[in-house]
């Protein structure tokens, strides 16, 4: 009864199939996690990525890799078409150097420029004679590459060159120029022009003091220093006319204007991504709490099984225990059986007569 239990168990059958069961759906419930994962994984970089795949490269040479980095977006027509892959270092020596481009400001014909790819969506067209030009992105600073698109009917193709302009000052470089410009004028012409004419009002009313104001000569000096203070200041409105320009400030005022729509198209995009982002919050959140129910109900019967896996190891115990005894019995005799062999082979074949019992032995 005893080995029917232990190789028959009634008890065994059931947990075993709930077990299955349960592994069969928590793998089901784990694969499905996975696959959601690297779902949102994909979609993630397909936002941030928009020429990860189906992509051309456009090569453009820069004279200084001042705000170059791997990554950052190209921008055609207000609509982020790619971003930017390698940026190689060309030498003087590299067959490639003959296409770098000129700098504002002189320089040595020694030294490298910098090759950055561009990865552009094949479905967007940048016709050939168009530019590309590294633009500041935001006041909170970054650049972007910027594609000035032409007029041409020919498109470049993948590898070609794209010719570039030399890049744009922030709207912090231009504020800072400018200033500098009026500090500048305003010490060299405002604050000289200032204290000459509080020298020449104070000379009038020296002149001009009591008992003096009716004389002649007194009148014409006052009138010759009220001359020369209105050309004074004639002078000092055709210096501040020069110094300050109004084309710069027409720029930097419309820089303004343009990095203002740029935060705002910055700032709608990130309202959007933000309520995408709380939506798939609160699916991990409900994803979390379905495995921790999943976790809360599997525990039962995870001890169950336990517990009829203990029970199952005490009766394999108590089974094999007289098992053993017999087999040790069995040695035992065997042993014995093969002592008297090595003594008398031919007992083997010959009834051996037992031997008498020695008288001392009875009693």
């Known amino acids: 009864m005893t080995l029917e239990r232990l190789y028959q168990p009634p008890e065994i059958g059931a947990p075993g199939i709930r077990r299955g069961r349960r592994q069969r759906r928590d793998l089901v419930l784990s694969g499905l996690f996975v696959l959601t994962m690297a779902a949102v994984l994909v979609a993630v970089m397909l936002l941030n990525r928009p020429a990860l795949f189906g ?21 055609l027509a207000g609509e982020v078409v790619g971003n930017l892959g390698t940026v190689k270092t060309v030498l003087a020596a590299d067959p490639e150097h003959q296409y770098c481009p000129s700098s504002e400001q002189p320089r040595s014909a020694e030294l490298p420029c910098f090759r950055a790819s561009l990865r552009i969506q094949r479905r967007w067209p940048v016709p050939i004679d168009s530019h590309a030009q590294l633009v500041p992105a935001s006041f909170m600073g970054g650049y972007e590459i910027r594609i000035d698109p032409g ?60 008992g003096e104001a009716g004389e002649g000569g007194v009148a014409a000096a006052a009138g010759e ?32 204007d343009e990095a203002s729509g740029n935060l705002a198209s910055v700032s ?21 709490a379905d495995l921790q129910g999943v976790v809360n109900e599997a525990g039962p019967a995870v001890t169950d099984s336990l517990d009829d896996v203990r029970y199952l190891l ?24 093969s002592g008297d062999l090595r003594q008398d082979p031919k007992s083997l074949l010959f009834e051996s007569k037992p031997k008498e019992r020695s008288p001392w032995l009875e009693r």
């Open 55 to 75: 992509s051309r490269e456009l090569r453009a040479y820069f004279a200084e890799a001042t705000g170059l980095g791997r990554g950052m977006d190209v921008v």
């Open 225 to 256: 220093g009220l001359a020369e203070v209105f050309q004074n200041l004639r002078d000092l409105s055709v210096n501040l006319k020069q110094s300050v320009d109004a084309d710069r400030v027409g720029s930097i005022l419309a820089s303004v």
């Open 314 to 337: 005490q009766e394999l115990s108590a089974a094999l225990a007289p098992i053993l005894a017999n087999l040790d019995t069995a040695s035992r005799n065997l042993a014995a059986l």
């Open 151 to 210: 007029v041409a009917a020919a498109m470049l193709s993948d590898r070609e060159r794209i010719a570039t302009l030399p890049r744009q000052p922030d709207l912090a470089s231009q504020a800072s120029d400018a200033l500098a410009r009026l500090q500048s004028a305003i010490d060299d012409s405002i604050r000289p022009a200032l204290v000459q004419l509080q020298q020449r009002v104070r000379e009038l009313v020296v002149a001009m003091g009591p």
């Open 268 to 288: 709608g995009v990130l309202r959007e991504r933000s309520g995408a982002m709380g939506d798939a919050v609160e699916r991990y959140t409900a994803l979390g």
